[in-house]
């Protein structure tokens, strides 16, 4: 099956910077996947620091247990990710898998396998051949390059269309820092945790509790806030590794207002890929922007925002150029959560739809047409019971999602 | 859009009784269906008790505001179901709409207006065109006839792509009973409460509140079982009316043993409605049943069930015939309860795939491949955790779905 690139895609991958501390190297297992590079190894300096958040489904791969037993270290020396298998309800022997990939890949870069981080993504429920990893790592080893980070990015994707990549510039007691990373979703992307798999890799010097701090509270705003049809994988990960080659200030032991600046770029970069995922959700036509406000809180808004966004109602309306508002108060009405129905109101692309629960006098669909045909959907509700506020992204749903998911291991 | 039948639908519509108490007929309004019926009137005779159940969509439409305030009076005499508008998010216009029919209905009938029972379905968000349905009644009520139980079960569908009756004998203190329904459904189906439409109709003695007893509880059994897209409508309503004709033992004033024949066969015409409103899942091509075990309790084992069977990533699986058991074990993990990755088991059509959370050694797919390419698809998940269990009926998701609730409305 081969995919066409999503219509939703940015024009191109950025210019990944070269990123002290941190080299990429890339090869093809031959596991799934021929004619493309499925395997990326990554090196990290010695005084590496990291952080990750990982996937809410109480079914992890073996990779996230391994991450998660990990992370403790605080130390990362090396990341290891396959795409085709994802070492999902594979056992005592996806436990052996990871553990001999670590052991290898500790053994050539001079390592602990404990500062070795795995991920899988791809058919749950198969065996990973681990040989097929382990005999081309020797070889990656040799090849790491600082230069190859859009490689890595393009050897972790599975079905798809486009690899994302996002780049930022932050300052640290006056001294400049890189942020740059990659990430690879499309379907069986929902909160919580959010998604797919995301590696950020930043120059800075950055204590791990500290990093940790930064990652978990960004991740709620950004990978978060996406979903594409409500399935959560059982491998979703986000890590973020911080070399420390910047030599930025280090005393920086808590989060404080020396790390604003830092804050908002890695706010930027991962809510830049959080949107690229849904951005190329599986048959994806248009792109889906769920504001929600007037919420008995922040929490409530969200829930909300995420029931919106995840009704296949709304998205094959939405699929169909056709501005169903009912269906979107259907998905308020079906979440649970506090609103007024008789002072709700609802706009799409900025035009009053409906006011105080039913079709605003002044609308006329003819208005909202133009909006409706084009590539970027937005839609707001005002439940009118308080002010918490939320967003969610999503896409459409359409026949692509069928065709993607209905064959995906013929 | 015309829309062919679904490849699930049983032979025929059953040959429905009737039932003494209960006339039914049927019209055309104009409203948006052209050239078929979308109205219906049944009027019951005096002595009928109602019991009744509604969509907990906090949104729900103006019908169900009505029924819930009238349904303490424990009596009907009429109700009138119109197909085409939902009257939802119509304000106080929608309000009006209710009042004026039951006002009409019940000037028509002898009755008084809080014994007319309202049901609308059809597209939300719009105004109903009132004197479009009043200025039909005064015909209904002259053609009101006990043989139009089939006609007014084709009435009431939407996206239906065929009428579905169910029908049933019982014995109470040796008096034999009819019970008889009608339903329609298709997309917009999920708990709680499950649905769509459903009208029953017995000629069974029965008090109000021993019915409605009857009734909860059979509902948790059968159409709270049912989901085709997670998506709750706001019109949801299923609605049970007992004439007395029969004249059965009338002394039941509670739910006791000589009601176990009634409830079994409430149950039946409830179970098989609701597997007929699965069945017509919008675009649906397969029929899947999901049963669950071993779960910590019964109301967990449910909501196992309901994270499977909602599942897009499971059902269009089922589409494309691919016996996908990680995707299963996904949506298990995603259901937030409680089970053991480890010890689980998986069947597909009865044949064991996974064991302990591992794809089982006896497995070859070629085995599962003619379930997979029949038309009823029976999935069974062994958590391993306790003794509870549940079941979950669905369909797939296939390029249909799409189709039909991308263009509802055009």
Redesign the interface.
């Known amino acids: 099956m081969s995919l066409k690139p999503s219509p939703l895609a940015p024009a191109a991958f950025p210019e990944f910077p070269e990123i002290k501390g941190v080299r990429f190297a890339v090869g093809n297992s031959g596991m799934r996947y021929k004619g493309r590079d499925d395997v990326m190894l990554a090196e990290f300096s010695d005084r590496t620091t990291v952080a990750g958040v990982f996937t809410?489904?109480?079914?992890?791969g073996a990779p996230v247990d391994w991450d998660r037993e990990i992370l403790s270290t605080g130390t990362a020396r090396g990341l290891v990710v396959n795409a085709g298998i994802?070492n999902?309800?594979?056992?005592t022997?996806?436990r052996k898998t990871v553990e001999e990939t670590a052991t290898t890949t500790a053994g050539l870069l001079n390592a602990k396998p404990e500062q070795i981080y795995i991920a899988s993504t791809g058919?749950?429920?198969?065996?990973v051949p681990t040989e097929k990893i382990t005999e081309l790592l020797p070889r990656l080893a040799e090849d790491l390059s600082s230069a190859a980070g859009e490689a890595a990015a393009k050897a972790i994707m599975t079905t798809d269309t486009f690899a994302k990549g996002a780049v930022a510039r932050a300052t640290i007691g006056g001294k400049k820092v890189w942020l740059a990373g990659f990430a690879k979703g499309s379907?069986?992307i929902?909160p919580d945790m959010a998604t797919m798999l995301a590696f950020l890799f930043t120059d800075a010097v950055i204590p791990a509790d500290v990093l940790q701090e930064l990652l978990s509270e960004a991740n709620e705003k950004s990978f978060n806030c996406v979903t594409v049809?409500?399935?959560?994988?059982?491998s979703d990960t986000v890590i973020l590794f911080a070399t420390g080659a910047a030599e930025n200030d280090s005393s920086q032991q808590s989060v404080n207002p020396l790390l604003d600046d830092f804050k908002r770029a890695l706010l930027e970069i991962m809510t830049d890929l959080a949107q690229q995922v849904a951005r190329d959700g599986e048959g994806a036509s248009k792109f889906i922007t769920v504001k929600v406000s007037g919420a008995a809180s922040d929490a409530s808004a969200k829930t909300i925002a995420l029931a919106i966004a995840?009704?296949?109602?709304v998205k094959?309306?939405i699929?169909?150029e056709?501005a169903?508002?009912?269906?979107v108060?259907?998905?308020?009405?079906?979440s649970?959560e506090k609103?007024d129905?008789?002072k709700m109101n609802l706009r799409m692309g900025g035009i009053l739809i409906?006011e105080?629960?039913?079709?605003a006098p002044s609308y006329r669909e003819a208005d909202v047409m133009p909006h409706m045909q084009g590539k970027e959907i937005l839609i707001e509700v005002d439940v009118a019971v308080g002010k918490g506020s939320a967003f969610a992204w999503t896409c459409d749903?359409?026949?692509g999602?069928?065709?993607i998911?209905?064959?995906?291991?013929?």
């Open positions: 809410k489904n109480s079914m992890p994802a999902v309800f594979t056992g022997a996806g058919v749950i429920g198969e065996p379907g069986m929902a049809d409500s399935d959560t994988s059982t995840n009704s296949p109602l094959t309306a699929a169909g056709d169903n508002w009912g269906r108060v259907m998905a308020v009405g079906k649970g609103a129905r008789d409906a105080n629960g039913v079709r749903l359409t026949h999602y069928i065709e998911n209905a064959d995906y291991r013929s």
